[in-house]
């Protein structure tokens, strides 16, 4: 059995980087979204050209990323959503919803602090994890059935 | 042509009243989650007993809500989605993504200031409104062709 | 806003009667399966003609009642299956198993003693009852709001 | 033509390994639960932190273990599932109504003393089986179209 | 709960009537294709204007009546499918493999001789009816729960 | 049996109004876009609000249509297409396509000289008129089973 | 681009090695029924055990034989039926509506004879061919755009 | 993340070479229509026996197109559509709304002359390309996420 992992969510750490070193070993592809801000930003003006209009600016950067997170969750077997502690985070519930309405399993991994706020998220979710290692531990109890420690 | 819409969202301020009031007269059915906010924070463990831990306090309150929200969804045409300016409105972007996975049409009501963090939503949206009067009027264009002025 | 509720499960005490009653008034259409113990495991030799196998009695039997089932189940956004405290009830928690593969909203209702055996078929559920008259107020709760007490 | 068989339900008796073993050189990928009956309770405390709830102690980890079992039924062509002698086993039932739902061919494996409990279950599957044996001998015959003796 | 029910098939007798009638009275709405066998054949040269190939004068009727045909199968719980004792009944076939893949409820109605024949199409069905009054003692069955006698 | 037919294509003859007129009498609801060329091209921004960029002014618009048009082809049993002589009606083609994908049941209505370049969306039809009239007539014949003289 | 194309229907005559053989080269991989007659009537019975009635006898071996068909159809891109001028052949036919619901593009291979009778099951063909060589013509033309001669 | 493109529409240029060289290097699989015209045109009546009236020669061949065009559409994950500057195209606009309608990402190339007439076309892509360098260019973002320059 391989696991196609997609890991949404939060850009600015290195939470990615942590669960893919922790699950070297494992039977696990992993996918996940452009993770430079710029690139993702300015990638439909860049390549289809300029836009007066802000709005637009962002529409066109915005369509072609779906591109990609369409697909990664498309071929996800579990959608890990990461929250972290600033900005609105919007597209990573977005793809909560997304994933769930296609009935992948969902794990999200955030801080307590976002218990209440992320409770219709969490409902949807098959496990609410805090740390990117307790991520790897489900990925491998889920292939391999042993547990930490 | 009936149209269901289902109001997703801010549940602080009354733009549903204004767009059900606004679509008098329209064969529009409205649906929406429940929007006492006491209510559906509580409604787990008023139903089904108290927890001492405030996570299993929310969980179960937000899935009894999800019974109401996904039928509310599933049977849309048209899901509106309001983002207030206001709390981190996770639940609100959650269901635009179940919305859009699901392949319903979606308008996103909000303020210019979000335009930038919402831009992945909006990219799934076909129309993005500032106000419930537009909405009003989308709904009375796509049901009777007819336009504002 | 009309919820089709399908009642699976145990069937020799009233909580069918229970819920249907409690929810009196509510905009709820109720289906279930056949309850008459008797006809349900002949149906199919009743009609169909006799066997002299054990095995193929019911299975024409458990057939001809698949096509109830089935369609309750499909028409159902709401699948309650309750589990008593006698026999295996495998047909119970095969509906429910059904039932969540096909997205249904699930309502578990079962006395304390089966927690731990019904483990999974929990996890699949968005809540637990212990009472028939908890099962209305989570109908009540769904399409209007309203909490007891 | 390479079969993808999902071996779900009894975890106390080496029948998958009998099957495992008998269908060697036969074009078959297995996959199964995690069958480590400890490690299966205990996985949603021992990865995410302790509950004093029984309950949400074994709804963790039904959650979790739900990670592996959809994606192992949701990959699978075939799906055995063995109902022993002892224990509710409602999961297994639950997995053969889940299975069911989405349309994977079924095959139960049982004594005859469960045969009337098990009509409905039987009555979605395409085989009854008695023993591993059997089983094996079905693989086999759909693979390479050979029949024992 | 109305069962919507298709009567595909032979069309030379009038078992399609006894079923209707036999049905009186119970929650049944029943749809079948055009049973006017001349205009079936030649429906689309009818309408579309002749062909020199009696190949497209048969295509263009058999298309059109596809509508009609596909329309009554997705609209339906229950396909009762009847082969009779002349013909080769391809299109009986075609319909029940058509309405087993949909998910739909089978019921074969066929004469003892045609058994070996359609063991494969049987094997898909609920129920293997011998006479219209057994078609109509399920449909009874499967709305009311009450037995024949 | 009711028939959902959406009416697609050319707006500038009045083909929509004959065939609603001759069906007058027949089980059929009829549903379209909205046929008001400049209220079409301009509802985006006469709702939404301006637009400086000729392409942004069209997509606005396209998108508010599309919550109409996907509404009217997911709802439809039979999808009519229409050619006329004049413009690109690549949405016509795209709307074809759309309602293919969808299995919708397809009847295409275009001019003798369209054949060579409708040979793909014909092939996808099951059936191709020249006349309103002729669609008329297969819907009465679908409904019905009557053929005209 | 590999083609998975399953070779249904009748099996007392040497086409489908012909398919196979003159398909060399092409990037095809094939699938098709258990072909040994005496096999694919006693496999039910020779694995799971004797039946005293025939019909059950048949019954258990076609429900087997089912597990080899589904898996064959669903996997197929490409399903080509053939009737041949002996037997019912409702299997095939069967077979041919249930891949047409799934959307697989259907070759029909049949002698002029059957047309009539085969109208239905060729209008939602995409070819109807006479000989082997058409269907390895029609793959290598799909494949690789060549034409014969 | 493999990539699967599927390039469909204008057959006179080079466009699709062009794509396929700027692409190398990238983890993309690309499928396209038979692009030999006088093959496209008549590999219905080549393979399968020549016919009379030209409607029936153009529709033997669409459907025998119509194996591999499917088969390409439905592998994809994106779906690129050209249009050009000569021929109805419609054929290229009814791929564009399949695709659509399976949810493949889209991205129309086309001139500028035709934005007005494709706007419907547009509004149900991801991108807006007019150049094959700008569509090489969105496929290394999407899958390397790296931008030109």
């Not at 669960?19 to 990638?43: Q, Y």
């Not at 990323?65 to 519930?93: C, E, H, L, M, S």
Request: charged residues 25%; negative net charge; glycine residues 8%.
């Amino acid at each position: 059995m391989t696991l196609n992992v997609y890991l949404s969510g939060e850009i600015h750490t290195d939470w990615r980087d942590q669960i893919i070193e922790g699950a070297k070993g494992l039977n696990v592809a992993f996918n996940s979204p452009v993770t430079d801000h710029a690139a993702s930003d300015d990638c439909g003006v860049e390549i289809l050209g300029a836009e007066d209009d802000k709005y637009w600016h962002d529409h066109k950067g915005a369509m072609i990323n779906a591109i990609r997170t369409r697909k990664g969750i498309a071929d996800a077997d579990v959608v890990v959503v990461r929250f972290g502690d600033k900005y609105k985070q919007w597209n990573a519930a977005f793809d909560a919803g997304y994933a769930s309405a296609l009935g992948k399993s969902l794990i999200i991994l955030q801080p307590p602090e976002h218990d209440h706020a992320l409770k219709e998220v969490n409902a949807a979710a098959l496990a609410m994890a805090r740390t990117p290692e307790q991520v790897v531990q489900i990925l491998r109890y889920v292939l391999e059935g042993s547990l930490p420690g």
